[in-house]
């Protein structure tokens, strides 16, 4: 099958479950058309038995889609920068501590607390895992993912402020996560044995510490560019250059594309916003990059739904990754419970801000597309299993009631 017609069929069928969500189910667009797909995953597989001539070509074309190369290298630019380049800087300033601290101390920790519980765990059920295995798993399953993130806040009905420091935290730790992973993943590569923790902190350094440069070169370049001219077509293609152009240049430069698609949006942004940009391309920028954000949230929740025919789940794996989700939900409650009770003494926190910190900390298609990444050789079959049932749990059952349980708590 050409990749037009893959093309075709993805467009096709998102909209489709678009708007059967809209019309009948009304959930988040992101729940209700990942949840059609994993419906329509399940009869596929189902119609790939009594009717396999059939849905073969259609089962073909679904698993031939590469997820981990389309998210990683093709939609996380656009969805970073458009949900950064709606972020309030001033607001956003306000909240720096809680962000800043969350989105790297709380990483650290969820990592080492999953990573750990998760070796032990293994060990129970006699499976052989390596320490560093699981470390890596835990990487790429602790950062909250912003694409999920920001899609359910919209609908969550929760205060801005508590609203910023999830949506804040949920892009930042992505870049950083990504970093971590990375980090660990060479480590597991060549050898502890052959790494120094000065090589490990420079590669970290070089991957986190340049994408944050990056990103600010970046978005003062794309501004400058902007406010030299008044003509909102050509500061569209301009906005879609720096996505695409800057996003492979930090890939060619070594450091984090995410880190630096995340800043440059905020500058870009809220730079436009100031001075410089004409009332008219602003309206064109802000549609143009949150009808782009919708249309790819669409895409991505329904890519996710049908990913369920490339994971195939064992009796044992499946035991394993229902308690992975208790474990990482306490992972997420220790690694925002600690930073704040310590922030408490000089930052204030909104009433059950940490239950509500904890439970909106939704994993997403990073985690996904991460966990496919790994070389078969590092459990890989049996990381990506874990990993969809703990964002399958994360974005329906959290995303459905993190709502619900803010009124619940605010009523108390």
């Known amino acids: 099958m050409q990749l037009y017609e893959i093309i075709t069929i ?11 969500n809209q019309r009948f ?31 073969a070509g259609l089962i073909a ?48 920790i969820s990592t080492f607390l ?58 930042f730790n992505d870049g950083v996560a990504v970093v971590v992973f990375l980090t660990i993943l060479e480590v597991a590569k060549t050898g502890l044995d052959r790494l120094s923790v000065t090589d490990i902190s420079l590669l970290f350094l070089q991957e986190a510490g340049g994408g944050l440069l990056f990103g600010f070169a970046l978005g003062y370049a794309g501004y400058w560019a902007l406010r030299s001219i008044d003509k909102y077509e050509v500061e569209v293609m301009i906005s879609l250059a720096i996505v695409m152009g800057g996003y492979m240049l930090a890939n060619a430069l070594h450091t984090s594309g995410p880190l630096a698609m995340v800043v440059a949006g905020i500058v870009i942004g809220n730079k436009a916003r100031e001075s410089g940009v004409s009332d008219l391309s602003k309206d064109y920028l802000d549609k143009f990059w ?22 195939t789940i064992d009796k044992t794996i499946l ?3 229902i308690i992975t989700v208790g474990i990482v939900l306490l992972a997420r409650w220790v690694s925002v419970a600690l930073p704040v009770m310590f922030m408490r003494y000089r930052l204030k926190f909104e009433k059950n801000a940490v239950a509500i910190l904890t439970w909106g900390g939704l ?50």
């Open 114 to 171: 999953v990573g750990t519980i998760l070796y032990w765990l293994f060990v129970a059920f006699h499976l052989e895992v390596g320490y560093i295995y699981c470390l890596l798993f835990a990487a790429l399953i602790s950062p909250t993912d912003p694409i999920a993130v920001l899609a359910i806040l919209k609908q969550a009905g929760l205060p801005k402020s508590l609203e910023l420091k999830i949506a804040g935290e949920s892009l």
């Open 319 to 321: 035991i394993i990754s």
């Open 10 to 20: 993805i467009i096709c069928m998102g909209a489709l479950f678009a708007y059967i």
């Open 25 to 55: 189910i009304k959930w988040p667009p992101t729940i209700g058309i990942m949840v059609l797909s994993i419906a329509f995953s399940g009869l596929l597989a189902v119609g790939g038995r009594l009717l396999p001539q059939q849905s």
């Open 61 to 108: 074309a679904i698993r031939a889609i590469d997820f981990h190369s389309l998210l990683l290298n093709c939609m996380l630019s656009f969805l970073l920068f458009a949900g950064a380049i709606h972020i309030d800087a001033q607001s956003l300033k306000r909240e720096r501590w809680p962000i800043i601290i969350l989105s790297t101390v709380g990483i650290f």
């Open 363 to 412: 994993r997403g298609g990073l985690s996904i597309a991460l966990a496919l990444s790994l070389p078969d050789d590092m459990h890989r079959d049996q990381f990506v299993s874990i990993t969809y049932v703990v964002v399958v749990f994360s974005i329906i059952v959290q995303g459905l009631t993190i709502g619900k349980l803010y009124k619940r708590l605010m009523h108390k």
């Open 290 to 311: 949150e009808l782009t954000d919708e249309i790819l949230n669409a895409l991505l929740f329904m890519l996710m739904g049908l990913e369920m025919l490339v994971v």
